[in-house]
C-alpha cells in the first residue's frame, strides 16, 4: 500500500456536467500528478503541482484544471465532461526527484469516472 | 506509432520463468520504468534502470536494456499465480520528469 488515497473511488456523471477528484499525497511529498488512463491504455499525463503550483502539464485542454493545497492533498477538475472522459484518474505523489535522479512516483487506486 | 510500444498479452504456466519485452523511440531516454498493476488498483513500481546500464537484477526481476535496439525487457523467475497482472512500461526522457507509459502487457499465469 502506498499511502496515498482517492475518491471518491467510482463516480458516474452526465455529459456537460462538472466533476472533482481528490487525491491525499503520501506523507512527505511535495510534488502531485494527475494521469488518465482509458481502457486498455497506459496512464497518460494531465498535469503536476509541486508546492501548490502547477510544474508541467500534458496534451489536456484548459477543461482539465487542478489545485494543490497546504497540506499536499489535491483536486482535479473537469468542467463541460465529454463521453471521452470517461477513464481511470490516478494521482500520483514524489518527491520531486530521487538522489540519484530517479523519479519515484506512488500511485493512489484511482477513482473509475464514467459520463453518459 | 508510439513513443512505447508492448506486446498485449503474455501467458505463462506457474514456475515457469515470464519474459516482457519493451521498445522505446527515443534516444535520450534516460531511465526506464516498470510498473505493475493489479485489477481495481493504481500502479507499483516494480523497478527502474538508468540508460547507462545493462542489466538490473532485483530478487525475482531481472531488467535487460539494449540501448542501441532501444529494447527493454522484464524477466520475471518462478512466475506465481499472484504475479498475474498488467505490466507498463515507461520511459524518461532528457531533463524530463513525467514518464510515457506504453500500453500495458497483461500476464496471465496457468496453473
Known amino acids: 500500500e502506498t499511502g496515498v488515497t482517492q475518491s471518491p473511488t467510482h463516480l458516474i456523471k452526465t455529459r456537460g456536467q462538472q466533476v472533482t477528484l481528490r487525491c491525499s499525497s503520501q506523507?512527505?511529498?511535495?510534488?502531485v500528478s494527475w494521469y488518465q488512463q482509458a481502457l486498455g491504455q497506459g496512464p497518460q499525463f494531465i498535469f503536476q503541482?509541486?508546492?501548490?503550483?502547477?510544474?508541467g502539464r500534458g496534451n489536456f485542454p484548459p477543461r482539465f484544471s487542478g489545485l494543490q493545497f497546504p497540506n499536499y492533498s489535491s483536486e482535479l477538475n473537469v468542467n463541460a465532461l465529454e463521453l471521452d472522459d470517461s477513464a481511470l484518474y490516478l494521482c500520483?505523489?514524489?518527491?520531486?526527484?530521487?538522489?540519484?535522479?530517479?523519479?519515484?512516483?506512488?500511485f493512489g487506486p484511482g477513482t473509475r469516472l464514467t459520463v453518459t | 506509432g508510439e513513443d512505447v510500444e508492448q506486446s498485449l498479452f503474455l501467458s505463462v504456466r506457474e514456475g515457469d520463468s515470464s519474459v516482457i519485452n519493451c521498445t522505446y523511440t527515443?534516444?535520450?531516454?534516460?531511465?526506464l520504468y516498470w510498473y505493475k498493476q493489479e485489477p481495481g488498483a493504481g500502479l507499483q513500481l516494480l523497478t527502474y534502470?538508468?540508460?547507462?546500464?545493462d542489466m538490473k537484477q532485483d530478487q525475482r526481476l531481472t531488467v535487460l536494456l539494449n540501448k542501441k535496439d532501444k529494447h527493454l525487457s522484464l524477466r520475471i523467475a518462478d512466475t506465481q499465480t499472484g504475479d498475474s497482472a498488467i505490466y507498463f512500461c515507461?520511459?524518461?526522457?532528457?531533463?524530463?520528469?513525467?514518464?510515457?507509459f506504453g500500453r500495458g502487457t497483461s500476464l496471465i499465469v496457468h496453473p
Open positions: 503541482y509541486y508546492r501548490e503550483e502547477e510544474n
Open positions: 500520483a505523489s514524489s518527491v520531486n526527484r530521487g538522489l540519484d535522479g530517479s523519479y519515484e512516483q506512488y
Open positions: 515507461a520511459e524518461t526522457t532528457g531533463g524530463s520528469y513525467i514518464p510515457t
Open positions: 534502470i538508468f540508460s547507462n546500464m
Open positions: 506523507s512527505g511529498h511535495n510534488t
Open positions: 527515443d534516444s535520450s531516454s534516460t531511465y
